[in-house]
């Protein structure tokens, strides 16, 4: 299109003001207040402004769209005030699903979190003598209960204790900068993993200050290798836990109990970044190789690292449990202030920790996911199908894995039934995407064609909203 033409074009669109002097804005702009529907049809009509330039606007289509613009600016003012962080429901039967949040909370977490937030809180003050306290002791002392009869007895409990930070990255980042900076921490090639979201392993050392000193192979390493790197410089052993991704074949690695022996027989702190951090026994739901915080902790690791949302199942957190005095060390780094979590963190560790003491798995949201059978979700699956019948789509009930995510091993996975859904008037990615654009957004898998939807992460009650979106998308 000719500039001349598009400069006549930009001259037919209404200026800002003769734009909210419509009758319709003046009426919106009483209710919603005369900025926000400025505002809203300053964007409407910069978007008409760019259409125009890219020529996707033109003297036919124009009309149209300036008659539209009140209702343009009246669609745009209420999507602005949507939130844009909304509740969705997680279909694809990946528990700890990074994208979506990870970790869901529990009703009584959410109570804790809202009684220790909505007014004051005694966060850092101690109620017995009125002096100040520390935040730490909320979450410490169940920590201790937890470790003490994991450990066999309170004495070992005593000996341990636990800090909370940000996330498990600043966790790492903590550890390494407190007990190496200036010198080298030994990890096995093997582990030198990227995690989701940038997080490498070298990269963290290097801001940490401690150099990363590599030993073995990416397939093989051995204790001895770990032995021969020690020297002067040496300030700690890092073991990694491969988290994403798997070695298989021919491989070997040390025992933890190897490296235990290794760092206690050279005097060097033994850091294990475990990532997940299980506080439940997987090995109950069939699920091997995933080391629990207790298990490493009994090994005689020094300092563990782990996060709170992923097994676990609490709030995003770092967590740091370890020797006494190690663990004295790291709250003493000034980086801990930096690192430091709020009072919602700890009311929703507290309370999620509590769950734990008092072995009520069930309220846990992740724990109770894991450990409904394959045939209580076939049978929701089932009365779903039923349901939606009669409808234009194709569901068919289909043998599947329901996968843990967060981090755990990949081969962490549930046997599980899945709704496989197909249309013969839409491609399985419009399936989704009208899924994904539901009152409640829905979030299924695609697979060979098909949209998978396992309902082993969907809370119960959210079947029937399922239930109603499959028969809207049918009748639409
Ligand atoms: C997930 C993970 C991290 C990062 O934890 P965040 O809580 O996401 O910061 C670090 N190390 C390992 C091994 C992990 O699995």
Redesign the pocket.
Known sequence: MAESTKAELYRKLPSVDELTRQAQLLSLAAAEGQVAVTSAARTVLARLREQIATGTLDEHTLGLAISGLPDAVERQLRRSLQYSLRAVINATGVILHTNLGRAPLSANVFEHIRSAAEGYSNLEFDLETGARGKRDVHVDRLFRQLFSAGLGGPDQGGEISTIVVN????A?LLALNTLAEGGEVIVSRGEL?E?G?S?RIPDVMAKSGAILREVGTTNRTRITDYERAIGEKTRSLLR??R??FQITGFTEQPSLQELVSLARARNLPLIE????GALFDLRSLGISGEPGVIDSVASGVDVVTY????LLGGP?A?LLTGKRDLIARIRANPLFRALRVDKLAYAALEATLLAYVKRDHDAIPIVRMMRINADEVRKRAASLIESVNGSGLRLEMVAGESVVG??AAPSAVLPTFVIAMTSEQFSADELAARLRTSKTPIIARVEDGRVLLDLRTVFPEQDTVIASALANIAHN
């Open positions: 996330n498990n990255a600043a790492v993993v995690i979201g997080f990694v836990h988290s994403n970044d475990l990532g997940s996060s709170g949302d992923k995003q770092g967060g981090g």
